[in-house]
């Protein structure tokens, strides 16, 4: 499958400039690396893939560039549009589909549905990584997930945690990266409105059922930073320990 640079979106400066801090900050990608990344079909993932798309030609560290989606077979979501687009790009896709909700219906036993289908589908984002000799599995969540991430950690269960920008999986054989640890939502959803990038909507009827903690604490940031507009800023600072895998 060839490559085709001239059909991706070049993102604006404000975005690669943050990403390629962030990539050089922690280290994120290797002269040689094969990087596969998680693309749900959401604003995030398709903002990064045109990210990583235009850095895979422009930046002086070379690396190879393939997706893939998991489709948790959940009434409302359908993310099939996404197999034209990434052949039309020339970029390896592979769709794999598994009946995660159904199978949640058997296994769960109170526990959170979003858990457990985040689980399994990362597991087999792994073994589709070995499978084809992927080292890197690149996910797209951003400066806000991580704020929300660190805040539900302190608060709800007294720890301080949040998502890694760069580390190794527990079987020690791939990397997992987030090159957005700088970027705001804001800004990925602007991106994609104006490159009109074909938004998969998620629809999941488990994550929108009842309000999320998730959504009680992104309702407060929003509060805050309409108070404090740096607050970001001042949780980034607070949360970089944190974002190392040591």
């Known amino acids: 499958m060839e490559f085709s640079l001239v059909l991706f979106k070049k993102p604006p400066k404000s975005i ?23 693309l749900s079909g959401g604003k995030d993932s398709l903002a990064l893939l045109h ?49 995660i909700m159904e199978e949640a219906q058997q296994n769960l036993k109170g526990k959170s549905f979003c858990a457990y289908c985040a689980r399994m589908k990362r ?28 805040l539900m950690s302190a608060l709800y269960t007294g720890r301080l945690n949040t998502m890694k920008a760069n580390y190794v999986n527990d079987a020690g054989d791939i990397r997992v990266i987030r090159p957005l640890v700088y ?13 009109e990038l074909p938004v998969i909507e998620d629809n999941c009827p488990a994550c929108f059922s009842k309000p999320t903690q998730r959504e009680h604490i992104k309702s407060l940031l929003a509060n805050e930073e309409q108070e404090h507009k740096h607050v970001f800023q001042s949780l980034l600072s607070a949360m970089r320990p944190l974002m190392n895998d040591h």
């Open 16 to 38: 690669l400039r943050k990403v390629g801090r962030a990539i050089v900050d922690y280290e994120m990608i290797k002269d040689g690396d094969r990087l596969l990344l998680g």
């Open 51 to 99: 990210i990583l798309g235009h850095l895979k030609s422009y930046a002086p560290i070379k690396f190879e560039l393939g997706t893939i989606t998991v489709d948790p077979l959940i009434p409302g979501f359908d993310p099939s549009p996404l197999k034209p687009y990434l052949a039309e790009l020339g970029i390896n896709y592979f769709y794999c589909k598994q009946a």
């Open 123 to 150: 597991g087999i984002m792994y073994s589709t990584a070995r499978k084809h000799n992927y080292n890197v599995l690149v996910l797209a969540q951003h400066l806000d997930d991580l704020a929300e991430s660190f």
């Open 183 to 195: 970027i705001r939502e804001r800004q990925t959803a602007a991106f994609s409105v104006a490159a």
